[in-house]
Nanobody, 115 residues
Framework: VQLVESGGGLVQPGGSLRLSCAASGFPFSRYAMSWYHQAPGKEREMVATISSASSYIYYSDSVKGRFTISRDNAKNTVYLQMNSLKPEDTAVYYC?????????WGQGTQVTVSS
């Protein structure tokens, strides 16, 4: 099982980034997929989640209207488009796959929002 995040980096406030998470080793299309973030000294928090068929999408209040989660089941990939980035979005972003009691995590990608 592998979840590999990419697309993180340094961006100025107001800028955009697109994170990708490529999955392998499990039936991706059956799993709900989520993005979490964890800032230094803080707990890991859910940012957005998308159901297996993209029929249900949830965003935390802190990113609603700025971030968009999507998935391509043919490519076994989930995305997080992040617009209007703020310094408080600075964190390590993790991809998560969830199906019943089965959960998988990626290694994370750093996003830093700073001028």
């Amino acid at each position: 099982v592998q979840l590999v995040e990419s697309g993180g980096g340094l961006v100025q406030p107001g800028g955009s980034l697109r994170l990708s998470c490529a999955a392998s080793g499990f039936p991706f299309s059956r799993y709900a997929m989520s993005w979490y973030h964890q800032a230094p000294g803080k707990e890991r928090e859910m940012v957005a989640t998308i159901s297996s068929a993209s029929s249900y999408i949830y965003y935390s209040d802190s990113v609603k209207g700025r971030f968009t989660i999507s998935r391509d089941n043919a490519k076994n990939t989930v995305y997080l488009q992040m617009n209007s980035l703020k310094p408080e979005d600075t964190a390590v972003y993790y991809c998560n796959a969830n199906y019943g009691v089965s959960r998988h995590w990626g290694q994370g990608t750093q996003v830093t929002v700073s001028s």
